[in-house]
C-alpha cells in the first residue's frame, strides 16, 4: 500500500492500490472489478445464497456459522436467475470479499442508495466485532449481510451489489471549525439559483450542516411504497413501471401525514455540494426531531453535486431521504430539519469524482428519483 497519511477517507486509487491482498475476493469468487469502485468507496457483491434466519443478531464471542447453524431454516441459491427474498423475512448472505486490513486500517459500511430507495433493510456483520457496519483497525476475515426485504420481495442474483465499503485511517471527520472553513471557500448547499448564505447555514456541534425536507413545488412532493406488490427485479435498470409499486404523495399546503409502518421517498430542499476533496454522510434524524427513521443510504462519494464552473453557474443536488414513521401518525412540513450531512477528508482528490466515466445511468441529477430498477418519467 502506498502511503496515506492519516484522518482521512481512502479514495480510489488507494483502495485499487490494495485490490488482491487486503481486500481481495473470496474462495470461488471472481476477482474484483474496477466498475464496483467509486471516488471513495468500493462496492460489495454478494455471495452465492441467501440463508433464511429465524432472526437477525450481533456478532460476537458466538461465530457466525455456528449462529447461523443455529438459526438457518432454509437457504436460497443466487446463480443463474436468482431467487426471491420474501417480503417480512431475514436472511444471511456471504459477500464475495474478504479483507486483511493493514494496522490501523478501519471499514465502515452502509447500503447503496438503490438499496435504500428499494427499502432493502441491510447491515454488514462482522465475525467478532460486536458492532455492525463496521470493523476494528487492522480487521482479516469474511463479511456476512444481512437483508431484509421490508417493502416489497425482492430478486437478487449472486454478484448483486447492494453496500459499499470505504476505508479509513484514524479520524476523518471535519470539526466545526473546519466546516466553516469549508463553507467559506465553497459553499456546500444551494437553494434555487444560489448558495445558502453561511449565517442561514445551521452548523451542528458535531462538525455537520442541518438540512431541510422539501415538499413545496414538487409535485408529487414524495413516493409512498404500495403494499401487495409483484416482485422487483433488483439489478435490472429500468424493469418496473413505478405505478405499479409506488403511490404519489401531495402537499398542497406543503404539509402531509405519514401512516406508521409505511415507507416513504423524499428530497431535501437544498441541494448538496461535494466538493472533490471531501465525502460526506447522511446522518439519521435524532430521536427528539420525530417518530421516524431516515435514510437506509447515506454516503456521499466526493464530487456529489459538484459541477466545475467559471460563470457562476447553477450547482448541487437533492439528496433523496428514505423514511418510516413508527407508532403514530406524523405530520411533516416543508422546510423542517429533517436531517444531518457530515463531511470528511480524503486523501487528496478520486481520480473519478462521482458519476464520472459511468456507462449507466447515476443519481447525479436526481431530484425525487427512485431506484434504478423502476422506469424514469420523461
Known sequence: MHSVPSDCLFVDSDLRALFGNAVRAG????????????????????????????????PGSTAVEARLEELETSRLWL??????????????????????????????????????????????????????????????????????????????????????????????????????????RTPLCWEGDRPVERERVRFD????????????????????????????????????????????????????????????IFASRERVVIPPHLAAEMLPVDVDVGEMRNNYAGFFDNGFGWRETTSGGRMGTAAVLEVRAHDVPFLVEDGQVFFRLRFYRSHGVPARLYAEGRSKSSYRDQDLTLARCFRRSN
Open 27 to 58: 474462495e470461488g469468487a471472481a476477482p474484483i472489478d474496477d466498475a464496483q469502485l467509486q471516488a471513495a468507496s468500493l462496492d460489495l457483491r454478494i455471495g452465492p445464497y441467501a440463508a433464511r434466519i429465524r432472526a437477525g443478531f450481533l
Open 205 to 264: 456541534d458535531d462538525g455537520g450542516i442541518e438540512l431541510r425536507l422539501g415538499l413545496a413545488g414538487r409535485e408529487p412532493a414524495g413516493w409512498r411504497a404500495q403494499g401487495h406488490t409483484g416482485v422487483v427485479h433488483f439489478s435490472r435498470e429500468g424493469a418496473h413501471d413505478p405505478r405499479e409499486y409506488w403511490e404519489p404523495v401531495h402537499a398542497p399546503d406543503g404539509t402531509c401525514i405519514l401512516s406508521p409502518g409505511s415507507f416513504y
Open 79 to 184: 446463480g443463474s436467475d436468482g431467487a426471491v427474498l420474501e417480503k417480512g423475512l431475514v436472511y444471511l448472505l456471504p459477500l464475495e470479499e474478504e479483507l486483511a486490513l493493514p494496522p490501523g486500517v478501519r471499514a465502515s459500511f452502509n447500503p447503496r442508495s438503490s438499496t435504500g430507495r428499494c427499502d432493502l433493510f441491510t447491515r454488514v456483520l462482522v465475525p467478532g466485532h460486536p458492532r455492525f457496519n463496521e470493523t476494528p483497525p487492522g480487521y482479516k476475515g469474511k463479511l456476512w449481510l444481512e437483508v431484509a426485504p421490508l417493502s416489497f420481495p425482492v430478486r437478487l442474483r449472486r454478484g448483486d451489489r447492494l453496500c459499499q465499503l470505504r476505508l479509513s485511517i484514524g479520524d476523518p471527520a471535519l470539526t466545526t471549525e473546519e466546516l466553516r472553513a469549508e463553507y467559506e
